[in-house]
């Protein structure tokens, strides 16, 4: 048996199985004077990458127009040995078609929510992502390198 790292590492199977059982992302984007800066966001896994969307105009968007590089944290547990999580660092696409947005956002929002698809939030709930829509755009984290762990391996 492995031990250190390699001991409480998720296969490829255990991070996507993971990934689609959170619903959370702590993300750092570089500031302007090269301090990290958080924030925690709702998010989808499409096609392997993690996506959220946001205000076009928020201090993450900034950065990441300036800088794309990116670190995404998705974690769980409470005590030691419940500890898991996967970790990201990549580039981001800050995506601005309105489609694209529209679509990366709703899925975002029926996730976020747990419903099943935008039809499921109502008249109200649809109108209010589409409005979203024209303040947001969707980033689409690149992933470079992946690091998981699983605590629960160790017992």
């Known amino acids: ?11 490829e199977s255990e991070i996507s199985a993971f ?12 500031g302007k004077d090269g301090a990290p800066h958080l924030a925690t966001l709702f998010y989808i896994v499409d096609d392997g990458n993690l996506v959220f969307w946001t205000y076009g105009r928020s201090q993450k968007i900034r950065n990441l127009e ?4 990116v670190s995404a944290l998705v974690e769980d547990g409470l005590e030691y040995f ?3 999580g996967v970790s990201i660092t990549g580039r981001a696409e800050i995506v601005r078609d309105h489609d694209r947005i529209l679509d990366l956002g709703s899925r975002v ?3 976020m929510v747990g419903a099943n698809s935008l039809d499921d939030l109502g008249e109200l ?4 992502v589409e409005k979203q829509a024209t303040k947001r755009v969707a980033v689409i984290i690149r992933p470079e390198h992946i690091a998981s762990w699983d605590h629960r391996k160790m017992v």
């Open 125 to 128: 709930g649809r109108s209010t």
């Open 82 to 84: 419940e500890l898991r």
């Open 66 to 69: 300036r800088d794309p590089r």
């Open 19 to 30: 990934l689609d059982a959170n619903l959370k992302v702590q993300v750092a984007s570089i």
């Open 1 to 11: 048996m492995a031990g250190g790292r390699d001991a409480v590492k998720m296969t």
């Open 109 to 111: 929002a029926v996730r």
